[in-house]
């Protein structure tokens, strides 16, 4: 159950083209899985951007001089990661969370396969201990853009048996995507899951390449949300339920982490004619 | 810094908020706080019930049901703006039949008062919805929103019509209860509010809700198109205030003793008493729970403290204090002003 607590600022710090922000937490970092994001509040009180922002939670502590504390790693893209970026130690944060639903974890001693694009690889850290811990063999799969846009290499190859990263301008490991490197990677380790987190197009393309080994896949996605708690139905995409019908979910309550099989990838963005309460012809009346 | 670090809810040393009577009357319904929530923004209250007490306000306005389940628009459905936001959500919804077991089951179950809206694309449509609330327990009034596309009249929103509006209230009005309250909610993208609000109240509304959305559009400067899938949204929040407030104000004069539920914009209790001095005999909060999704707890405490500050003793006695005639101070002053001439 999520909770709304005024956390303050511990530490903010940079790493490659991100920068990791550490927060005091109380009560938020104890109930936190793999796979919850928080949402915090942007300008103060008197902000005119009112809508909260999203992120992973990656790191939590719940015991310390502090309390609880978590860290979450953003990559400034707008205004709000800019404003969010430029605070300083002390300074005050509205945050909501654990918010949304984490990633399920194996009964088995399986081997499981994580997917991390760009930041996307900031919830992976957690879910690769908490895999550990539970006897199943982990390998990591990182991919960005460039060098500077992989996060958490050093740490993610201290807590996998191997770690594979590729970079589109090959400024690092492998020049090309993670899903050029995946298909491999699972057939040689058996993988009977893989976790996934990053872009859209990368996630899809995981989900398909799980499915063609009948592996398990675990994605989660990033939609925009207004609300982040499941009140205002603006983060919806399509997922097929297990009686077969389409549904517009939401990715904040019933995600972020969603089945690869269960998401309609190239329709997300659209209404597919089959789903429930669907438009009849010419769009909603 | 060690106290700031871990404050939680009240800061330490706030007093006890003062005793008000917080009471709101509208028409026949009593509820203990004037605060509510704004449909679309507090789907059928589960989700707000994890950051507060949701039988602590004055009711939860439900997210406006359809007869059948409704997919919604596609994606992007929203925008932030400037102290506000656009939503194209276009009205995704279970459907009347799994609202009423699953949702209002719910609400009735946890105790919470619920004002249901309604949503519809023909006459009918609305009509067959009141018939089916009838027969349930556990709704305190219906808001009917009119803010829909008729599409027996080429998608004219019923809003914007005096006599589409009417006609839906009045076929609400004739397949429910004869004593359930029946909110008729405006659009402010309107020329002549009042004459919308004399219409509905003329075919049997019990009162108003204003204000719904304004029309809005934002342009992405990247992909140089709508940014909006359904290319226009509803604007809402702070920005929309003033408007708001004047749409209550103009419906309060023209009507002494209507019932109004306020909103548009609400952020704090004193955001709250402006629509109150304006007229309104309650006010919903909508967009703000975004921001803050224990605001309508909050609001209703800081409206009661402001309330209390300034001299009330209840909220009625607060609602259109803004109308009042001139001071009589004032009045004295210009007699000596001529005296002294
Ligand atoms: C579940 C989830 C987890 C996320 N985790 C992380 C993370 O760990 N690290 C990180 O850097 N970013 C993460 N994001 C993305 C992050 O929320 C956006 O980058 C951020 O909201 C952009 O805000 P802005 O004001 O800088 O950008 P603007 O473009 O100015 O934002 C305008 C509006 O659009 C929304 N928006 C814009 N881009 C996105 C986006 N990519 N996803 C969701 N909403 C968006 C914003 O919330 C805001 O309401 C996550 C998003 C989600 C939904
Ligand atoms: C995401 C969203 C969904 C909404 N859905 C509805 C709805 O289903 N029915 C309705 O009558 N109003 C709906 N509204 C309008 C609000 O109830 C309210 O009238 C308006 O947003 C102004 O109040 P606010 O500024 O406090 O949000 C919606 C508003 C938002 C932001
Ligand atoms: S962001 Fe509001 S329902 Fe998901």
Redesign the pocket.
Known sequence: MPVQVKGQVLDIRRAGAYQVLSLTAPGISELTRPGHFVTLGIGGEESSMLLRRAFAIHQVQSRGVYGGTLDVVIGVHGKGTRWLVDRRRHDPIDIVGPLGRPFVLPKERVACVLVGGGYGSAPLFMLAEQLRERGCRVDVVLGASTEEKLFGALELKRLASTLTITTDDGSLGERGRVTDVLPELMDRVDGAVVYACGPMPMLQRVAEVAQERQAYSQCAVEEAM??GIGV???CVLPIVGEDGVTRMLRSCAEGPVFRGDRVRWAEVGTIPPDTLGAPTEGGHR | MTRALISQGPMPGDSAVPFVDMTADLAGVELPSPVLT????AAAGRELDQFFDITSIGAI?T??VMLQPRSGRPTP??AETPS??L?S?G?Q?PGIDRFIDHDLAWLADRGARTVV?I?GGTVDEYAKLAARLRIVRGVSAI?V?I?CPNVEDRGQVFACDPNSAASVIQAVKRHSDPRMPIFA?LSPDVTDIVSIAASVVRAGATGV?V???LLGMVINADTMRPHLAGVTG?L???A??PV?VRCVWQIRQAFPDLPIIG????RTGLDALEFVLAGANAV???????HDPSAPLRIHEELQRALAERGFGSLADAVGYAHRPPDVTAEVDDDLDFITE
Request: glycine residues 16%.
């Open positions: 207004a609300c205002c139905m603006t | 704004a449909s679309g923004c306005v997210k406006s459905r929203m506000g936001m939503n959500i009205l919804g809206s949503a808001e929103n803010s909610k809700s204000i719904n959305t509803g809402s929040g702070p929309i205030r708001a909103m548009g914009g609400i919903s909060v909508g967009t703000v729970v975004f």
